[in-house]
């Protein structure tokens, strides 16, 4: 939970500590494996109203985590990843609502992954670890709610994979969700979106220090592969337009060298993102998380209707898109959407013109804030009558 510290700017939700949920019931995936027990990192912003009614729960995408908003107290630096949407006074407005971010199963902040210790053998998961789904994640994110005395959601919001998870809790806990916020989604991933997933995992597979994923007992960690896995999704996460407007095709020096080191500014800038990515995440559970966007397709058990696959859903909608995204483009965001409206479901639709690609859903774009803020309003109006 929060509190005060003068360093901190007004609009935040100041200094933020992690939690711990620990689970000592067994949780069967969706691969067949079972968990006996696990725990989950999870951060709160806000306070829970006296009907427990006003919680949020936000899903996180490939590379985040709990640390929603806020900031540590030992590292101050360390600002949550929708720090610019959560808190009070901005869109998701923590005076109003109780909000909930947590490390998903099988990530590498804090819950049990492939880092941790297998029980069994008193030595780290590393490739054994199972691999884990959005419907996984959505059965402990249940779990966590049942922990904290939350029986419905206000709203549960994410963008990219954080979106598909709050799209899964519509129709895998229809009675749970009041409102979900799916944004720059897909109901599936096209086939170049798998293609890239599997480049970014063979490099790092491929990496001399991945033995098999059991690196951790070789002190070693695929860095090498994971840096360039990094790279690979930096670049589908930029629009051409920004990529040209940020870079160009500018050098570093000012002029060619002929030689294979960084020379144009873009470069430079991958290689950057992708060694400072390499030297916090865990390559095991990146591979976990790319696998799980790749298996997410809830059509997939209704003879490929998504309509069918919504059809338990009950919420109401807000979905938004972005013009330049092209890894989730706004023709996916549709399908969603006229699958809700074959349903007869509440839907709002968005499609913002922005020019910063998929990265766009974690920028403070003055219409895009502006129109959460308006439907968050809309919840607390709900709430309130």
């Not at 935040?12 to 000592?24: D, E, L």
């Not at 999870?42 to 009907?51: K, Q, V």
């Not at 990843?81 to 947590?102: A, L, Q, R, S, Y």
């Not at 780290?124 to 922990?147: I, S």
Request: overall charge neutral.
């Amino acid at each position: 939970m929060k509190t005060m510290d003068t360093g901190v700017p007004s609009r935040s939700v100041g200094i933020v500590t992690p939690q711990t949920a620990k689970f000592s019931e067994p949780v069967r995936l969706r691969g067949g494996a079972v968990m006996d027990a696990y725990e989950l990192v999870y951060e709160t912003y806000g306070r829970l109203n006296a009907d427990r009614s006003n919680a949020v729960l936000v899903c996180h995408a490939l590379n985040a985590a709990h640390h929603v908003a806020g900031r540590y107290a030992d590292a101050p630096d360390n600002v949550g990843w929708w720090d610019n949407m959560v808190g009070p006074g901005k869109p998701v407005d923590t005076d109003h609502f109780f909000v909930i971010g947590v490390n998903n199963l099988g990530g590498c902040h804090g819950s049990t992954g492939p880092a941790s210790v297998n029980p069994r053998t008193g030595k780290p998961w590393g490739a054994d670890f199972p691999v884990v789904t959005v419907e996984d994640w959505v059965a402990t994110q249940a779990r966590l709610a049942d922990h904290l005395g939350i029986r419905r959601f206000a709203a549960v919001m994410g963008g990219s994979l954080g979106a598909m998870q709050a799209l899964a809790w519509t129709y895998l806990h229809p009675e749970r969700v009041r409102h979900a916020l799916v944004v720059a989604c897909a109901p599936n991933l096209s086939a170049q979106n798998i293609a890239f997933n599997e480049v970014a995992r063979q490099a790092i597979i491929t990496d001399p220090d991945f033995h098999g994923g059991h690196y951790y007992g070789h002190d070693t960690r695929p860095t090498r592969g994971l840096r360039v896995a990094r790279m690979i999704g930096h670049i589908t996460y930029l629009s051409d337009d920004e990529m040209a407007s940020k870079f160009g095709r500018h050098l570093k020096s000012g002029k060619l060298n002929y030689t294979f080191d960084p020379e144009f500014e873009i470069e430079s800038y991958l290689r950057h993102q992708g060694g400072k990515f390499s030297e916090y995440f865990d390559a095991n559970t990146y591979l976990r998380i790319t696998k799980a966007l790749d298996y997410f397709d809830p059509a997939l058990d209704h003879g490929g209707s998504l309509a069918k696959a919504l059809a338990p859903a009950r919420a109401k909608f807000l979905v938004v898109s972005f013009t330049t995204d092209w890894r989730f483009s706004p023709q996916r965001s549709r399908e969603i959407v006229k699958a809700l409206l074959d349903n007869r479901c509440g839907v709002s639709y968005a499609e913002i013109n922005a020019p910063h690609g998929h990265d766009a859903f974690l920028l403070e774009d003055p219409r895009y804030h502006g129109l959460v803020a308006s439907y968050f309003d809309r919840i607390q109006r709900e709430l309130a009558a």
